[in-house]
């Protein structure tokens, strides 16, 4: 059983960053794959970033590859997700999950936050 609380978000300028955080309860997040999604008005929730409990390489959409990283702290219970050369097509809100395996579907993990808007004005 893990509960997820999301916080970080807010409005800033493209081209801005942010830092998201993802503070768990419960199970350590150690046991867990960690990601990112993110869903904007009348659209579909997607896939942003996930990374795994032991060493290797995350995983990243191909839209913010290069821009955003994500990294936890297993000490801490916490997930982060940096995100930098924001645009507007960022906008969303973004939710982390915790699932088994690193994946990119949204249905493979098994707990999610309540989400943090971001905001990129233009």
């Known amino acids: 059983q893990v509960q997820l609380v999301e916080s970080g978000g807010g409005l800033v300028q493209a081209g801005g960053s942010l830092r998201l955080s993802c503070a768990a309860s419960g199970r350590t997040l150690s046991l867990y794959v960690m990601g990112w999604f993110r869903q904007a008005p009348g659209k579909e929730r997607e896939f942003v970033a996930a990374?795994?409990?032991?060493?290797?390489?995350?995983l990243y959409a191909d839209s913010v590859k290069g821009r955003f990283t994500v990294s936890r702290d297993n000490a801490k219970n916490t997930m982060y997700l940096q995100m930098n050369s924001l645009k507007p097509e960022d906008t969303a809100v973004y939710y982390c999950?915790?699932?088994?395996?690193?994946?990119?579907?949204?249905?493979?993990?098994?707990?999610w936050g309540q989400g943090t808007q971001v905001t990129v004005s233009s």
């Open positions: 990374i795994r409990g032991s060493s290797g390489n995350n």
């Open positions: 999950a915790a699932g088994g395996i690193v994946t990119m579907r949204s249905v493979n993990y098994d707990y």
